[in-house]
Nanobody, 124 residues
Framework: QVQLVESGGGLVQAGGSLRLSCVVS????????MGWFRQAPGKEREFVAAISWSGGRTDYADSVKGRFTVSRDNAKNTVYLQMNSLNPEDTAIYYCAADDTKMPVTSMQNYDYWGQGTQVTVSS
């Protein structure tokens, strides 16, 4: 059974940085493309970033381009989301997800496994 566990969330001031991690267990990370999504209070879950199984291709939402970076270490079965220049609009629960098609996709419907989420709060 595949499990995803996110960590690294917390409270940070506007302009600050956080790095989220997502550890995958139950199957090798190489089997999956990985995505990051977020859901703010009262809003739908939205795409943030995605990375191919090899790390050679990435995709980002326009709202985070130039500020967020997705990466992966398949040897550690871990995916990361480096978030810089955070602003209050980035406040949300952040989820990682695994997609066995191996290429980065933006649609939630493509993803097969999800983590429980980690809270990110950015104060102004």
């Amino acid at each position: 059974q595949v499990q995803l566990v996110e960590s690294g969330g917390g409270l940070v001031q506007a302009g600050g940085s956080l790095r989220l991690s997502c550890v995958v267990s139950g199957r090798t990370l190489r089997s999956y493309a990985m995505g990051w999504f977020r859901q703010a209070p009262g809003k739908e879950r939205e795409f943030v970033a995605a990375i191919s199984w090899s790390g050679g291709r990435t995709d980002y939402a326009d709202s985070v381009k130039g500020r967020f970076t997705v990466s992966r270490d398949n040897a550690k079965n871990t995916v990361y989301l480096q978030m810089n220049s955070l602003n209050p609009e980035d406040t949300a629960i952040y989820y990682c997800a695994a997609d066995d098609t191996k290429m980065p996709v933006t649609s939630m419907q493509n993803y097969d496994y999800w983590g429980q989420g980690t809270q990110v709060t950015v104060s102004s």
